[in-house]
């Protein structure tokens, strides 16, 4: 696409979740007056390339991805934050349709980790209205290829119930993005019951990503090697958010809620009847119990886990626990965490063509309101 399309798009830029966690104290006054910030890393030339066209039986099906990374870089100018090398990591519209082509994706669900919960209001406010507008603004431009998921400043929940409704109402969104903590407090904390239901109200699916385990990270446990302030601290922050939202009683406050986690919902999954075993075993440490076993919300439809599992049996788990209808395809894009999320799905024994079919599009269709 041309750099004046990109500008017109919404600057749109595609990049990784690796920021700094700092709101820089002085906004600049044109930082959401230039639709154009960044585009030259927005645009791109046009590259030939095959499209693959997922068929099963017989059938051309729409295959959505939940989980892909993006930044609004008129956004990204108020955000501390050192931008990284070209690559995916900067990759242009034109590279980022063309992988999609080869990976047999056909829609991208885009979302930005909120990393701005530490922001004041008055700048929270400035920045989630530039991302909001821009980002509906890019989804609009390629309507049959990307969907956005709205942002809110959670450190405000009464602002982000109106950023939420005025993004559902006027620009369109379908979800909301979270992380797994909102600046050090658990998202089951009634201070965030006006955000939880005004996205029940409305209806929206709300995707949480995590922001990884800060809390844990002055007491040094998760350095030395091997990155495990992202490898285990990603999923267990998920999991920490999810057990929270069961065993506080936000899933039974708000029964309408629909939440898809990153990361196959964290390790929630893999051990929850631990999870059930603690109302036997130590019923005096549990407090209200919940309405239901901790594993029943798995299959109720409040919590979705996307595919990021690795391996076939981590897929198989994961429906196990979770049933097919609350799993859906997501890859970490532009992160390589799974280079053919299509063909893994493909591949997996013992998946029906309904299955498949379900978790590499059906069910993301529905949730996301998009056209099968």
């Not at 100018?77 to 070209?86: F, S």
């Not at 990270?217 to 285990?232: A, D, Y």
């Not at 886990?305 to 994961?318: K, S």
């Amino acid at each position: 696409m041309s750099g004046e399309h990109a500008a017109a798009a919404g600057g749109i830029v595609f990049t990784d979740c690796e920021f700094t966690s700092s709101v820089k104290a002085a906004v600049s006054a044109g930082a959401s007056a230039s639709a154009g910030g960044g585009s030259a890393h927005a645009h791109g030339h046009a590259h030939a390339h095959k499209r693959w066209e997922v068929v099963i039986s017989g059938k051309r099906i729409k295959t959505i991805d939940v989980h892909a990374h993006c930044i609004v870089p008129d956004a990204a100018k108020v955000i501390n934050h050192p931008l990284e090398a070209p690559g995916l990591l900067w990759s242009n519209v034109g590279d980022r349709l063309a992988h999609m082509d080869k990976s047999g994706v056909d829609v991208e669900a885009l979302s930005i980790n909120p990393y701005w919960y530490r922001a004041d209001r008055d700048h929270a406010e400035q920045l989630i209205k530039v991302q909001n507008e821009q980002l509906a603004g890019f989804c609009a431009g390629h309507p049959d290829r990307f969907v956005g998921f709205a942002t809110a400043a959670l450190q405000f929940p009464d602002l982000a119930a109106q950023q939420i409704e005025h993004a559902v109402k006027h620009l369109g969104f379908k979800g909301v993005g979270v992380a797994g903590s909102c600046a050090g407090e658990d998202l089951a904390n009634p201070k965030f019951h006006p955000f939880w239901q005004k996205c029940e109200e409305l209806g929206v699916l709300v995707f949480m990503h995590p922001l990884g385990t800060r809390e844990l990270e002055p007491s040094g446990r998760l350095g030395g090697n091997g990155l495990l302030t992202n490898t285990i601290g990603n999923p267990l922050e998920t999991t920490i958010a999810l057990s929270h939202l069961i065993f506080e009683g936000t899933l039974d406050r708000f029964p309408g809620l629909k939440i898809c986690a990153a990361h196959g919902a964290g390790f929630l999954a893999s051990y929850a009847n631990r999870s059930d075993a603690v109302l036997r075993v130590f019923p005096e440490r549990v407090g209200t119990p919940p309405k239901l076993k901790p594993t029943q919300y798995l299959r109720n439809g409040q919590i979705i886990a996307d595919t990021i599992m690795f391996t076939d049996e981590g897929i198989r788990h994961l429906i196990a626990e979770m049933g097919v209808e609350n799993v859906v395809m997501g890859t970490d894009y532009p992160f390589p965490w799974n280079t053919a999320p299509v063909e893994h799905i493909m591949s997996v024994h013992g998946l029906s063509d309904a299955d498949k079919i379900a978790i590499l599009g059906g069910t993301a269709a529905k949730l996301l309101g998009i056209a099968e």
